[in-house]
């Protein structure tokens, strides 16, 4: 089994890895952290990562991590003031290790603190960081970014805030450069301001269980400044290497309305100091519907008479049960009127309380059901996402298209489809008070099949001092069924005992 898109594709005959954490607070409280892994091939995690007593969630991430990450550091805090000093090692999974940047170290100082007998804020943020690769352009970069806020507060309805940075970022570059290109530097300014308020209007309302609801719109308009500079002369090592100019507006509007009512299926508790632990009962006041909307106007672009308009970003929240939710998430681009990403979801809990603690955390959790479906369309640089090691710079050779098909540029590119649409829906359900069943699948919309699915039955013991989890699992990158046998006495924090 090879995947043809990342750099190393041999699979090695013995295959191993080292995983490990460790955090420890001193008498003076520093913090001292590390997280570190390992691996012998680059599809380790891929193919072998089950293997470890990882939670589901862990697991996941590290399975579809295009990096391993090792970290060591400590961390100190004194109330608004915070240092970090810390390592950050990668392992390259997609491309060759040998040009992967590593932070050797990166050094973190910030904080805020008002100024006395003035109503500014002063923020600051310092950061110091070497980066070495084996192969390619590495340096030391110094950042520093000191900030003066402004909180105001205008006619008594309408706050907002004001704020000036500038900023200073200075490197020594290691070879290959220049003589004169091995110190150079570039300096910015960013300036930020908003301005919003919140009105709210509370209205009398006995019908489906409620007793009042309260409508708040809050509108808000913002603007950022960040002049032109040049930056040809320095590398690229990260996000912070390249900050454009930025002349923007944005109007946002939030929608909100707030409910307060009293679960039917609740009944009083038959003792005083019963604890709920339902999510969807712990209040008689909940949110029913949000909505908000954003927008930004690009002043230079529409100067220059090109698009202008950001995508409008959308934020929908619907609870009108209180055990019931539809979510969704998205972005229009207003010039052709196209979502250009889209995620619902619908999820459904159980409202009747559950009473209960267990030592087990999945049988204190309510039953659910949950659907979701997100679309990504295609954009300039899709096809990165299917062919990271895609080299615009190389030429189109038949060799080269018969081993980066993705590359628009090669005849018959099959990268001529949106990014990703998958369906994803989860099953949490109590068969008994010790006994539950979890299901989850995965549906990859844009090819029509099913690209993975797992089932798990759990056993609670009547003394609830042990609990027993039988699972399957099907998965087709790498195409394998696994079957899945956990046995853990509770109280002595098993690090797997859910299910989650």
């Given at each position: 089994m090879v995947d043809r898109t990342i750099a190393d594709q041999h699979i090695p005959k013995d295959r191993w890895s080292i995983i490990g954490t460790h955090r420890y607070t001193t008498a003076s409280d520093w913090l001292t952290f590390s997280d570190f892994a390992a691996y012998r091939d680059d599809l380790f995690t891929r193919e072998l990562i089950e293997r470890f007593d990882l939670?589901?969630?862990?697991?996941?991430?590290?399975?579809?991590?295009?990096?391993?990450?090792?970290?060591?550091?400590?961390?100190?805090?004194?109330?608004?003031?915070?240092?970090?000093?810390?390592?950050?090692?990668?392992?390259?999974?997609?491309q060759?290790?040998?040009?992967?940047?590593?932070?050797?170290?990166?050094?973190?100082?910030?904080?805020?603190?008002f100024l006395s007998n003035l109503p500014l804020e002063f923020r600051w943020r310092a950061e110091a960081v070497n980066y070495l690769r084996r192969e390619g352009g590495d340096g030391f970069r110094l950042d520093l970014r000191p900030e003066l806020f402004l909180p105001f507060r205008l006619a008594s309805h309408w706050v907002g805030s004001l704020g000036v940075a500038p900023r200073e970022t200075a490197y020594h570059l290691y070879s290959p450069v220049k003589s004169n290109d091995h110190n150079v530097s570039r300096e910015l300014v960013e300036m930020r301001a908003n301005i919003g308020t919140s009105v709210?209007?509370?209205?009398?309302?006995?019908?489906?269980?409620?007793?009042?609801?309260?409508?708040?719109?809050?509108?808000?308009?913002?603007?950022?400044?960040?002049?032109?500079?040049?930056?040809?002369r320095i590398p690229i090592m990260d996000g912070i290497d390249r900050v454009n100019r930025r002349n923007v507006v944005?109007?946002?509007?939030?929608?909100?309305?707030?409910?307060?009512?009293?679960?039917?299926?609740?009944?009083?508790?038959s003792e005083q100091d019963t604890e709920f632990l339902n999510p969807v009962v712990t209040g008689p006041v909940r949110e029913l519907a949000s909505l908000r909307l954003a927008l930004g106007y690009d002043i230079d672009k529409e100067r220059k008479g090109g698009d202008s308009l950001t995508d409008l970003d959308?934020?929908?929240?619907?609870?009108?049960?209180?055990?019931?939710?539809?979510?969704?998430?998205g972005g229009v681009d207003p010039g052709a009127w196209k979502f250009t990403n889209s995620k619902t979801t619908l999820s459904i809990s159980d409202p009747r309380p559950i009473t209960r603690r267990s030592l087990d955390p999945d049988f204190?959790?309510?039953?659910?059901?949950?659907?979701?479906?997100?679309?990504?369309?295609?954009?300039?640089?899709a096809f990165l996402a299917e062919d990271a090691n895609v080299d615009l710079d190389a030429p189109a050779t038949p060799a080269y298209c018969a081993a980066h098909v993705a590359d628009p540029r090669c005849p018959g590119s099959s990268f001529n489809r949106n990014v990703g649409g998958s369906l994803n829906n989860t099953l949490f359900?109590?068969?008994?008070?010790?006994?539950?069943?979890?299901?989850?699948?995965?549906y990859d919309a844009l090819n029509?099949?099913?690209?993975?699915?797992?089932?798990?039955?759990?056993?609670?013991?009547?003394?609830?001092?042990?609990?027993?989890?039988?699972?399957?699992?099907?998965?087709?990158?790498?195409?394998?069924?696994?079957?899945?046998?956990?046995f853990n006495l509770l109280g002595l924090g098993s690090s797997k005992s859910s299910l989650k």
């Open positions: 939670s589901g969630a862990i697991e996941s991430n590290i399975r579809r991590s295009r990096f391993g990450e090792s970290q060591f550091g400590v961390f100190k805090s004194w109330s608004d003031t915070f240092f970090k000093t810390e390592m950050n090692l990668y392992q390259d999974f997609i060759p290790d040998k040009i992967t940047l590593q932070r050797t170290p990166q050094v973190s100082f910030w904080g805020r603190r709210s209007r509370l209205f009398g309302f006995d019908s489906f269980g409620l007793n009042q609801i309260k409508h708040i719109v809050e509108p808000e308009l913002s603007y950022l400044f960040v002049p032109s500079v040049n930056q040809s944005t109007l946002a509007l939030a929608n909100r309305v707030w409910g307060k009512s009293i679960n039917p299926l609740l009944g009083a508790p959308i934020k929908l929240q619907l609870s009108p049960l209180n055990y019931l939710l539809i979510r969704y998430d204190n959790q309510p039953n659910y059901f949950s659907l979701s479906y997100q679309v990504v369309r295609l954009g300039t640089n359900y109590h068969l008994t008070d010790n006994l539950l069943f979890t299901a989850s699948s995965t029509s099949k099913f690209i993975g699915f797992r089932t798990a039955t759990k056993i609670l013991s009547s003394c609830e001092c042990w609990s027993m989890t039988l699972g399957l699992k099907r998965d087709i990158n790498p195409a394998k069924t696994s079957f899945r046998f956990d």
